[in-house]
């Protein structure tokens, strides 16, 4: 077997990796890595493994010089990530071009700008550097086939997730064998295994995710999207998100996720009070820990997005993860009893005006 994973993505939203002066001048390996080290912390906290916290002061190498589970392949301070990525060469050539979201024609609403990402395929290439102690390269593969699986599902990848971007289809990963044990090696001789639990850092217990498909039956889905909103602007970049002169290698995207953070600021601000509201969306100099995709078909007549994060356990207040489970339940229409169609009238369904969907709700 070949040393090297190769994987081929196909976007449904647009991908973001980061760039020069907020915009996206070419496909960034280390914006990948990043979402990808960050998924993988999460899997690894879920799965009863140690995790440290990269941001904090627990970071690793610990004073024994010993590394967790998740450093032990992405790396840290005097030590090499397990691979490298080789991602495609593309060049954006629109890469100043953004389209405009306003939901209220007021001057002081600034609304939303969306810089041009990548839609298309491409090839990502895992390329062995270290071998980490205790692993095989077939594990270190089944991990990464297991993270990008999950993205997959899911979530997104790369940045800007919370904004729509990073919803793609994942090729030639690996089947996990689990050989009845923990995915990875638990017994090494650097291993650090004295990590506390990190509240604040993401982990799958925790992590919600809604999947919607919904029709818009024979309208033009432009026109749908534009009745929706005060402005998009400009026309042309509107065009291309639905541009599909390559369809087998990238489908229509319908950008929505700015319109479906409109109204959940909005359902925030009668539920949530500042600090939980900010917490959860986000404020200056910190992101969102709710993400929500852009639509992308799913057949002939549906369309399909995604709504997911990972909440802490506890929010300031008091206000518990339960508690915002239920309320993000409830404003999506679900309830226990399978009723769709919620009597509440501030259901995103009836901000959205849309009659015609279905849920998959995951915790
Ligand atoms: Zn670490």
Known sequence: ??????????????LWT???DGTMDRIHETGILGSLRWWYEAIVRGLGGYACDPTGDDRCPDRQGRYCDVCAVFGATGLQRAFRLEGPVWWNRERGSKLEIKMRNARDHRGWHLGRGFLGEATL????????????????????????????????????????????????????????????????????????HHPDRPSLDGFFSAKVRFSIGNQDPKKWLC???ANIFPD???????????????????????????????FARSNWDDQVRHRLLGEPGQKSLIHVSHAYPVNSNQWEFRIWGWIPASLPGGVLRSDVLTDLKQWLGVSPQRLWHSSRKD??????????????WFE
């Open 1 to 14: 077997m070949t040393e090297t994973l190769t994987v081929r993505i196909r976007t449904l939203t647009p």
């Open 18 to 20: 980061g760039g020069i």
């Open 125 to 196: 290439q895992f390329v062995p550097l270290r071998l980490p102690e205790g692993w095989s390269w077939r594990k270190v593969w089944e991990m990464l086939s297991l993270t990008l699986s999950w993205i997959e599902c899911w979530g997104g990848l790369g940045a800007r997730t919370q904004q729509g971007y990073g919803v793609v289809e994942v090729e030639g990963l690996y089947p996990l064998n689990l050989d009845g044990g923990k995915p990875w090696p638990q017994q090494r001789r650097n291993r650090r295994d004295n990590i506390r």
């Open 227 to 229: 009745e929706r909103a």
């Open 236 to 266: 042309d970049e509107l065009e291309w998100y639905f541009h599909q002169a390559n369809s087998s290698q990238r489908s229509a995207v319908l950008p929505l996720a700015s319109i479906v953070r409109f109204h959940l600021r909005n």
């Open 347 to 360: 259901t995103l369904w009836q901000s959205l005006n849309i009659t015609d969907f279905d849920l998959y």
